[in-house]
């Protein structure tokens, strides 16, 4: 078991997909332990983005309807 804790969470890197967008963490499915105000985080021009709060990377796969 890998301890918890603000060092451990910054490795974490979650995709996403269109459906996703617009981005926001924490995302819905994180522990009420783990959460943060939340954040809205530009994915769409780079591919990549890092939460601020607690060093999440977020990568973009898939397709990106329009109007995102």
Do not use: F
Not at 25 to 44: D, F, G, M, T
């Amino acid at each position: 078991m890998q301890p918890s804790g603000p060092e451990n969470e910054k490795k974490k890197s979650v995709e996403v997909g269109g459906a996703d967008l617009p981005l926001h963490c924490p995302l819905p499915s994180q522990a009420l332990w783990n959460k943060h105000p939340r954040v809205y985080l530009p994915i769409e021009a780079t591919k990549e983005a890092r939460c601020p709060y607690c060093g999440t990377l977020y990568r973009l796969t898939g397709e990106v309807a329009s109007g995102h």
